[in-house]
């Protein structure tokens, strides 16, 4: 008789990526203990899950696995609770584990800032163990929240297209979760008697995500049925192709609407698409110093205003100290 199940499909998913993986690193041998790849767990369900079956399909691929929590120090007695899941993970058989303390800044709002002192936690745990990955539990339902969200932001097909399967340096993240339904993450946890704490912040109406999962999604559910999240995870698919193609597409015209002398001739960029310029123009004020997290639609709409509807317009401030200006017939973007 197999594994139930949930834990049948969680641990094919781990497999499949850890398979990825060893396309790129060897497995190991007596002399070469072969490559380290990391689960990031908070203690909750779809990471619980993500970490139970790294340990039991690593090993048979000559991969060593450990684990990683990292302790927000957001609410009293984080600390404790980040040394008991670290225990878990040991309890698992993960090697090595750690549990990392950070400090959340303000930037951006209070889920941006935790987000942003996670992940550079997790890229300093992945360099410090020399780790070849590190996975994410990121479900397809905290896939079709993250699409709602970037619908509701109004920024782009690019906000459109959630998480990436992987994403970070070089790869670093892997999400194995992507086309599993939260459930099935928690069913194998309880079939597995595995332990799982429930973050508080999940369910406190202060952060729009939580909103977002405890109110706006069985809304919509109740309304159009309960397909919502697989169709909303399937358009984040999508999107991702689509803005792939476009971002190649710019890449490529980049060259052909620069003259001579490295500058952007807006006749040539006016005969482009629009979603073809406008990427081009983004990463040419990215290029010129502009902070690509301080860099949003309206900026890019106003640079493509000195194209599309010139009327001897001035320069377009930036962030960054970045200016964009019309000058005889091209467009110069530089800091000022």
């Given amino acids: 008789m197999g594994p139930h199940p949930a834990v049948a499909a969680i641990r094919l998913a781990v497999r499949r990526v850890l398979h990825d993986i060893l396309n790129d690193s060897p497995p190991g041998t007596d002399a070469d203990p072969g490559p380290v790849v990391l689960a990031a767990c908070s203690g909750g369900a779809d990471s619980t899950a993500l970490a139970s079956a790294l340990a039991f399909e690593a090993p048979k691929l000559g991969i060593r696995a450990g684990g990683i929590t990292v302790d927000h120090g957001l609410q009293p007695g984080s600390d404790a609770r980040a040394e008991d899941v670290a225990a878990r993970l040991t309890a698992l058989g993960l090697n090595p584990v750690e549990s990392v303390p950070v400090d959340v800044g303000r930037d951006g709002g209070p889920e941006a800032a935790a987000r942003d002192a996670r992940y550079a936690a997790l890229d300093a745990a992945a360099e410090r163990h020399g780790a070849a990955a590190v996975l994410l539990g990121h479900t397809r339902d905290d896939q079709a929240e993250t699409v709602l969200l ?172 970045v200016v964009a200006q019309r000058q005889g017939g091209r467009l110069v973007i530089r800091q000022g």
């Fill in 150 to 321: 970037g619908l509701a932001r109004g920024s782009g097909i690019r906000s459109l297209s959630g998480m990436a399967a992987i994403s970070g340096t070089a790869g670093r993240y892997r999400r194995p979760f992507l086309t599993l339904d939260r459930q099935t993450a928690r069913k194998a946890c309880l079939v597995q008697h595995l332990p799982v704490w429930d973050d508080p912040h999940n369910t406190d109406p202060a952060y729009t995500r939580s909103r977002l999962r405890h109110e706006g999604l069985p809304a919509l559910e109740k309304s159009l049925g309960k397909g919502v999240v697989e169709a909303l995870a399937r358009t984040a698919q999508l999107s991702r192709d689509d803005a792939d193609a476009l971002d190649t597409w710019a890449r490529e015209a980049t060259e052909s609407v620069r003259d001579a002398a490295g500058l952007l001739e807006c006749a040539k960029l006016y005969a482009l698409p629009p979603a073809v310029r406008r990427r081009i123009l983004r990463k040419s004020a990215i290029e010129a110093g502009a902070p690509a997290g301080a860099l949003f639609a309206r900026h890019i709409e106003e640079i493509d205003r000195l194209i599309t509807g010139w009327r001897g317009q001035g320069g377009i401030n930036l962030p960054g100290k």
